[in-house]
């Protein structure tokens, strides 16, 4: 079946600029999750909704950073006044139960994000 | 808080030769424990989990990870090393106990199969 989708998968934006990233979940799941990936690092959370409602956003790191899933399916990372920092792959991640934390998070391959 | 130590960098086997990938965790309470791979301008895929019950945990294309509750660790195993599993490799918790259902994610190790 499908899985998670992304795009664009690479966007460059001059510095200032601001950005939307795309995410389609798997469909039917429950959980959606946002992580940056800077180059030769591991993930790193940004935010999780439920449905959708965000239920954590503790991992996003200025108020610059602005995530939304209306519907609760397909979301939106949307990075105002882009700065340098801001350059890494996005990662979008679906899991299908709302609880426990149990169930493996499935990926998407990632938005890679260059602010010139 | 919830934390992943992953203390190798990159690991070089030779091809059919035994290959691990050491991983440490910290949390306040139990763990949930995951192995992820990912390969070069992709996402990452998901090898196998602990959630609770027996602590050798089998997953996907051969790999499998031991769970250690008294050394804190979750080390990723294969008998017989191939080529094509030269990838970065990346393991993830998440305490029980915590709010939300966040992974926190070590550093990764690259893995290198020499032919």
């Known amino acids: 079946g499908a899985g998670v989708s992304q795009s664009p998968r690479y966007k460059v934006a001059k510095r200032g600029q601001d950005v939307a990233l795309r995410c389609d979940p798997i469909?039917?799941?429950?959980?959606l999750f946002w992580y940056q990936q800077a180059l030769g690092q591991g993930p790193e959370f940004l935010t999780y909704?439920?449905?959708?409602?965000?239920?954590?956003k503790s991992g996003l790191p200025s108020d610059r950073f602005f995530a939304e899933r209306p519907e609760g399916s397909v979301s939106t990372l949307k990075i105002q006044r882009t700065q340098q920092e801001d350059s890494a792959v996005y990662l979008c991640?679906?899991?299908?139960?709302?609880?426990?934390?149990?169930?493996?998070?499935?990926f998407g391959d990632g938005t890679r994000l260059s602010i010139l | 808080a919830q934390s992943v130590a992953q203390p190798e960098d990159q690991v070089n086997v030779a091809e059919g030769n035994p290959l691990t990938v050491k991983c440490t965790y910290s949390?306040?309470?139990?763990?949930?424990l995951f192995w992820y791979v990912q390969y070069p301008n992709r996402g990452l895929q998901f090898l196998l989990k602990?959630?609770?019950?027996?602590?050798l945990v089998k997953g996907s294309y051969g790999f499998e990870a031991e769970f250690n509750k008294s050394q804190t660790s979750f080390h990723l195993k294969k008998p017989s090393a191939l080529v094509s599993d030269s990838a970065l490799y990346f393991c993830?918790?998440?305490?029980?106990?915590?709010?939300?259902?966040?992974?926190?994610f070590g550093g990764g190790t690259r893995v290198l199969v020499k032919p």
């Open positions: 991640a679906s899991s299908q139960y709302r609880a426990f934390g149990n169930q493996p998070q499935h």
């Open positions: 602990y959630i609770t019950g027996d602590n």
């Open positions: 949390v306040s309470g139990n763990p949930y």
């Open positions: 909704f439920q449905n959708e409602a965000q239920l954590d």
């Open positions: 469909s039917g799941h429950v959980s």
């Open positions: 993830a918790v998440r305490d029980i106990k915590a709010a939300g259902n966040k992974l926190t």
